[in-house]
C-alpha cells in the first residue's frame, strides 16, 4: 500500500507559477513511476506528466511541455510539479499517482494508486 498526500495548491494569477507536492509512504519509493493528472469541473481526468522511478525519465501531455516540470527526490519520498506561465485553463484539482509499471503510461487506469487532489485555480 502506497499513500500519497498532495500539497501546494492555490489561487494565482494568470501568467504565475506554482510548485505542488506529493509527499509518498508506505512503499519503496524508488520501486514506483509517478505522475501527476488533473482534473476540471465536467472534464475527464487529463495526464500531465509522470516520471520514472530514478527520476531518468519523464513524459508530458502536450499542453504542458515546456511550462511544467515534474521532479522527483527519492531521499525524501517527493515528487513535484513547477509550473510556470498557468493559463485559465490549467485550472484544476491535480492529482498525483503511482504505478509498479516501468513505463512511463499516460492512462490513468495504469496507476494504482492515487492522492486526495489539490486545487490550483488560475484567476484571469
Not at 509499471?101 to 490513468?108: D, F, G, I, R, V
Amino acid at each position: 500500500q502506497v499513500t500519497l498526500v498532495e500539497s501546494g495548491g492555490g489561487l494565482v494569477q494568470v501568467g504565475g507559477s506554482l510548485r505542488l507536492s506529493c509527499a509518498a509512504s508506505g512503499r519503496t519509493f524508488s520501486d514506483y513511476t509517478m505522475a501527476w493528472f488533473r482534473q476540471a469541473p465536467g472534464k475527464d481526468r487529463e495526464f500531465v506528466a509522470a516520471i520514472s522511478g530514478l527520476g531518468g525519465s519523464t513524459s508530458y501531455g502536450d499542453s504542458e511541455k515546456g511550462r511544467f516540470t515534474i521532479s522527483r527526490l527519492n531521499t525524501k519520498n517527493m515528487m513535484y510539479l513547477q509550473m510556470r506561465s498557468l493559463e485559465p485553463e490549467d485550472s484544476a484539482k491535480y492529482y498525483c499517482a503511482a504505478s509498479s509499471a516501468l513505463e512511463l503510461l499516460s492512462h490513468e487506469g495504469d496507476y494504482d494508486y492515487w492522492g486526495q487532489g489539490t486545487q490550483v485555480t488560475v484567476s484571469p
